[in-house]
């Protein structure tokens, strides 16, 4: 059975950091996709970050670009967000989802089929 378990949030204060991990279990990730989503309160979910696994290739949201790094640990079978310059619209919950093993990176939602649980990161004095 897939399963994507994400853990690493919690509360920061604005300018500071975090780092997200998404552990895999139940399927190697070195055919997929991974992406991390994240979903503020009365907001759509919203692409933050993908990695391919198949070619290393990564894709970014605008507001991610320049503060946020998405990488893989084949060895562990993880995947990463590591979160720089926080700030208050950073915060929600976060997601990781994988594809269903075609490997191109996208930012929407529609084109992953696998999703964990969800993480909270709270960006606030």
């Known amino acids: 059975q897939q399963q994507l378990v994400e853990s690493g949030g919690g509360l920061v204060q604005p300018g500071g950091s975090l780092r997200l991990s998404c552990l895999a279990s139940?399927?190697?990730?070195?055919?997929?996709?991974i992406a991390w989503f994240r979903q503020a309160p009365g907001k759509e979910r919203e692409g933050v970050a993908c990695?391919?696994?198949?070619?290393?290739?990564?894709k970014y949201a605008m507001s991610a670009e320049g503060r946020f790094t998405i990488s893989i640990d084949d060895a562990k079978n993880a995947t990463y967000l590591q979160m720089n310059n926080l700030k208050s619209e950073d915060t929600a919950v976060y997601y990781c989802?994988?594809?269903?093993?075609?490997?191109?990176?996208?930012?929407?939602?529609?084109?992953?089929?696998?999703w964990g649980r969800g993480t909270l990161v709270t960006v606030s004095e």
């Open positions: 139940g399927f190697t990730l070195d055919i997929y996709a």
């Open positions: 990695i391919s696994a198949r070619d290393g290739g990564t």
């Open positions: 989802a994988t594809d269903v093993g075609w490997g191109t990176c996208s930012l929407s939602p529609l084109q992953f089929e696998y």
